[in-house]
């Protein structure tokens, strides 16, 4: 099948600008380096931040930065400083805001910077941005880094795919400056194992896209609860809200949020890498699969997981070590959500580039005013 649409192309794309953004930030490696570090130096908390799929980035990279310079950051998404600053920042505060953006544009990307500028006592920046024309691109100062990714990830689409990845992927990067040069190989195994992935599994994530569910429900532990949030947004949005996603972790889908489970429902397991988290997922998976029905189930993991595929509707096999670092493994599972949200689009008669029919949604945000 021949496919002509913006989304198919820059789902496709996504190895080979991980390895375009893996070169700018290697090619910045002294310059990155002294920036952060003389601000960590200075006690200076960093915060993830950006708005809706930009924002998930953070969720996902905030707990898989335990090991890296970037330990105990926080994720605190633009729309939530833009409302409430005071909770979050004061004079005392010295903040190195990381701000996720593929634009640059939306209103709440600029007014965040600005409001972080006024409430905390000393802030420096690093703008990970897709768009060398938009607002935060063109910001100078000398307590601003800014990374500017590949002119294609500035995705044309409505849906942000390869713009989430590779920010996510930067930013990663940037956690690890320190061994940058090592961790070549790492990013390399992501992007040959995803490219073949998406191969691999193209039809199969077609077939499942076909059939009639009316919910999707994307469940992971740790950063991978982070990529079923995200997973969650690409699947809603591309059908246009014809399919209502939710997610959450597989422990805290127990209390409460199961109740979403029904006929018309697709389960799309992240499974973890590491064996000890696996069992508390793997219980979940078996729960659901002898106690409900259910319109199919998917599981997503990396090689070697002991998981028992045969009852699953598709088992989406990463031929990537469990040892890979979290924040770059991470990156590798949400091609899966990306490509069944273009093919329920497709299924459902809409254009994926442009999915929104009802007109809720935009490429960027309109109607926001900043008080």
Same mark, same amino acid.
């Given at each position: 099948?021949?496919?002509?649409?913006?989304?198919?192309?820059?789902?496709?794309?996504?190895?080979?600008?991980?390895?375009?953004?893996?070169?700018?930030?290697?090619?910045?490696?002294?310059?990155?380096?002294?920036?952060?570090?003389?601000?960590?130096?200075?006690?200076?908390?960093?915060?993830?931040?950006?708005?809706?799929?930009?924002?998930?980035?953070?969720?996902?990279?905030?707990?898989?930065?335990?090991?890296?310079?970037?330990?105990?950051?926080?994720?605190?998404?633009?729309?939530?400083?833009?409302?409430?600053?005071?909770?979050?920042?004061? =004079?005392? @505060?010295?903040?190195?805001?990381? =701000?996720?953006?593929?634009?640059?544009?939306?209103?709440?990307?600029?007014?965040?910077?600005?409001? &972080?500028?006024?409430?905390?006592?000393?802030?420096?920046?690093?703008?990970?941005?897709?768009?060398?024309?938009?607002?935060?691109?063109?910001?100078?100062?000398?307590?601003?880094?800014?990374?500017?990714?590949?002119?294609?990830?500035?995705?044309?689409?409505?849906?942000?795919?390869?713009?989430?990845?590779?920010?996510?992927?930067?930013? =990663?990067?940037?956690?690890?400056?320190?061994?940058?040069?090592?961790?070549?190989?790492?990013?390399?195994?992501?992007?040959?194992? &995803?490219?073949?992935?998406?191969?691999?599994?193209?039809?199969?994530?077609?077939?499942?896209?076909?059939?009639?569910?009316?919910?999707?429900?994307?469940?992971?532990?740790?950063?991978?609860?982070?990529?079923?949030?995200?997973?969650?947004?690409?699947?809603?949005?591309?059908?246009?809200?014809?399919?209502?996603?939710?997610?959450?972790?597989?422990?805290?889908?127990?209390?409460?949020?199961?109740?979403?489970?029904?006929?018309?429902?697709?389960?799309?397991?992240?499974?973890?890498?590491?064996?000890?988290?696996?069992?508390?997922?793997?219980?979940?998976?078996?729960?659901?699969?002898?106690?409900?029905?259910?319109?199919?189930?998917?599981?997503?993991?990396?090689?070697?997981?002991?998981?028992?595929?045969?009852?699953?509707?598709?088992?989406?096999?990463?031929?990537?070590?469990?040892?890979?670092? @979290?924040?770059?493994?991470?990156?590798?599972?949400?091609?899966?959500?990306?490509?069944?949200?273009?093919?329920?689009?497709?299924?459902?008669?809409?254009?994926?580039?442009?999915?929104?029919?009802?007109?809720?949604? @935009?490429?960027?945000?309109?109607?926001?005013? &900043?008080?």
């Amino acid at each position: 099948m021949t496919h002509t649409n913006y989304t198919y192309c820059e789902i496709k794309q996504q190895p080979a600008t991980w390895l375009s953004s893996y070169d700018i930030v290697h090619a910045r490696k002294k310059e990155i380096s002294e920036f952060v570090h003389k601000h960590l130096d200075e006690d200076y908390s960093v915060v993830l931040t950006g708005a809706g799929t930009s924002a998930y980035i953070g969720d996902a990279l905030e707990c898989s930065f335990f090991n890296t310079i970037f330990r105990g950051a926080r994720a605190i998404a633009t729309t939530d400083i833009i409302t409430n600053p005071g909770l979050y920042f004061d =004079s005392r @505060s010295k903040v190195l805001l990381v =701000s996720f953006a593929r634009s640059g544009n939306s209103p709440e990307s600029v007014a965040a910077v600005n409001l &972080v500028e006024k409430t905390a006592g000393k802030v420096a920046h690093i703008f990970i941005t897709c768009n060398a024309e938009g607002e935060l691109a063109k910001k100078k100062g000398n307590n601003i880094l800014t990374i500017l990714l590949p002119p294609e990830t500035n995705d044309k689409s409505l849906a942000m795919t390869s713009s989430y990845s590779s920010m996510l992927l930067t930013c =990663s990067l940037i956690s690890h400056i320190d061994t940058i040069d090592e961790d070549y190989p790492l990013v390399q195994t992501v992007a040959n194992a &995803v490219g073949k992935a998406i191969e691999r599994y193209e039809n199969d994530i077609k077939e499942i896209a076909a059939r009639d569910f009316k919910r999707a429900v994307f469940l992971g532990s740790g950063p991978l609860k982070g990529v079923a949030e995200e997973s969650r947004l690409k699947l809603q949005e591309l059908t246009d809200g014809a399919v209502m996603c939710a997610f959450d972790s597989f422990l805290g889908f127990r209390h409460g949020p199961k109740a979403v489970v029904n006929q018309d429902t697709l389960l799309v397991y992240l499974l973890s890498p590491n064996a000890d988290v696996r069992r508390y997922e793997m219980d979940l998976v078996n729960q659901i699969r002898k106690g409900n029905k259910i319109k199919g189930a998917v599981a997503v993991y990396m090689k070697g997981c002991d998981t028992d595929s045969s009852p699953l509707d598709l088992s989406v096999e990463l031929d990537i070590p469990s040892s890979m670092p @979290s924040c770059y493994g991470a990156v590798a599972y949400i091609f899966v959500a990306q490509m069944l949200g273009l093919f329920k689009s497709m299924a459902l008669g809409l254009n994926p580039d442009t999915p929104s029919v009802s007109g809720n949604i @935009s490429r960027v945000v309109e109607g926001v005013t &900043v008080y």
